[in-house]
């Protein structure tokens, strides 16, 4: 079957660094998305990574690794308003989006 | 950049009336429409597939005669919930992929919050 693992919640203090990671196990693989996702909004589009290697943007930066199976967001300076769920979504080969159940971060000050 | 209006954003119904969603592309055509339904703190759940002109590809376990899907042009699809019970309340939000984007292209409506009394 197909399975998108990531932590249901993790807490860090404002200004600090995290790291969200995701594995997965699909049939087949065309990329990977981070989403981000407020309570009671839709998601919002973070990153998609298709090759190995880390993709950077301001304080957000995905890394992937396809032989691992294996994905992480590390989100930098954090401030109060990263406190959300952050989504990871595979691209299976008939190019439908695998969903995680999120993880809820908790950002304190 | 892509833009996916839904309405409404949040409706109340009475058991046993029927509801209906809208989601517009407003600055691209969206061949294909993505309807999910998400439950309090649990990941988004894909319900049906709806590619503009044809049927809808349902997701298994999903009724196709409760959740009736229309896509008749390229920018408006809608999900209709039909005889709606408690059981039905949740969040649904659509998607479109705008293929001028490539794989980045997917962008979410704003999300409906069905609640039924």
């Known amino acids: 079957g197909q399975n998108i693992d990531q932590p249901t919640e993790m807490t860090a203090t404002e200004g600090a660094i995290v790291q969200i990671n995701c594995t997965y196990q699909?049939?087949?693989?065309?990329?990977l998305f981070w989403y981000q996702q407020h309570a009671g909004e839709a998601p919002t589009f973070l990153s998609y990574?298709?090759l190995d290697g880390l993709e950077e943007k301001g304080r957000f930066s995905s890394f992937l690794s396809r032989s691992k199976g294996y994905s992480y967001l590390l989100l930098k300076e954090l401030q109060m308003k990263d406190s959300a769920s952050y989504l990871c979504?595979?691209?299976?080969?008939?190019?439908?989006?695998?969903w995680g159940a999120g993880t809820k971060l908790i950002i304190k000050p | 950049g892509a833009v996916v209006s839904q309405h409404p954003s949040r409706v109340i119904c009475k058991s046993g009336t029927s509801v209906k969603i809208e989601c517009r592309s407003l600055d691209f055509q969206a061949t294909t429409m993505f309807w999910y339904r998400q439950f309090p703190k649990k990941s988004l759940m894909l319900m049906a597939t709806?590619?503009?002109?044809?049927?809808?590809?349902?997701e298994q376990g999903v009724e196709k005669d409760k959740f009736l899907i229309n896509h008749a042009s390229l920018t408006l699809s809608t999900l209709t919930v039909t005889s709606a019970h408690p059981e039905d309340s949740s969040f649904y939000i659509c998607s479109a992929r705008d293929l001028g984007q490539g794989d980045y292209g997917y962008t979410f409506g704003s999300g409906t919050r069905l609640t039924v009394v």
């Open positions: 979504a595979v691209m299976d080969s008939n190019y439908q989006l695998i």
């Open positions: 699909t049939s087949g693989f065309n990329g």
């Open positions: 990574n298709v």
């Open positions: 709806s590619n503009e002109g044809s049927k809808a590809t349902y």
